[in-house]
């Protein structure tokens, strides 16, 4: 019978509950959680993305996407404005609060990335990374298909 503890599965499952557990623990004051941290994250890479767009780099599909920007708009971050060669779209950009806020959760981000891998060395971090980059595979939104 298969240890159910040292599955790779249950283990990944695990240390990403850690990982959520301890990023909100440090976005918590700014009442976000981590996806729409994510969101803001890509924004401050590149304002100005789709909706369709931000789907597609967090990897989240269409309509969770819609709802993080809608809780993201009330909170003053973001914005929806026409998009210029498509009236269909809206291109999403950052409000002046919401780039204001970069500094203060990339430091967040950073010091919860150091508490969940702080039993790694430098060496094994950048292992990991390399490790899960492969295990992300194509950059592909994924629908949950039941069993």
């Not at 767009?53 to 989240?60: G, H, M, P, V």
């Not at 060395?121 to 492969?134: F, G, K, S, V, Y």
Request: proline share 3%.
């Amino acid at each position: 019978m298969n240890d159910i503890e040292q599955s790779i599965g249950f283990l990944f499952a695990k240390g990403y509950q850690r990982a959520w557990a301890i990023m909100r623990e440090e976005i918590e004051p700014y009442e976000l959680t981590p996806p729409q941290f994510g969101l803001l994250a890509f924004l401050w890479q590149q304002d100005g993305l789709t909706q369709v767009e931000l789907s597609e780099k967090a990897q989240i599909d269409r309509s969770t996407v819609g709802g993080l920007i809608d809780r993201l708009e009330r909170s003053g971050l973001l914005e929806r404005r026409q998009h210029p060669q498509d009236r269909r779209a809206y291109k999403i950009h950052l409000t002046e609060q919401g780039k204001s806020m970069e500094a203060t959760l990339s430091a967040c981000a950073e010091r919860a990335t150091s508490r969940f891998t702080a039993g790694l060395t430098n060496d094994e971090r950048a292992e990991l990374r390399r490790m899960l980059e492969i295990l992300r595979g194509e950059r592909r939104v994924y629908e949950i298909h039941p069993c």
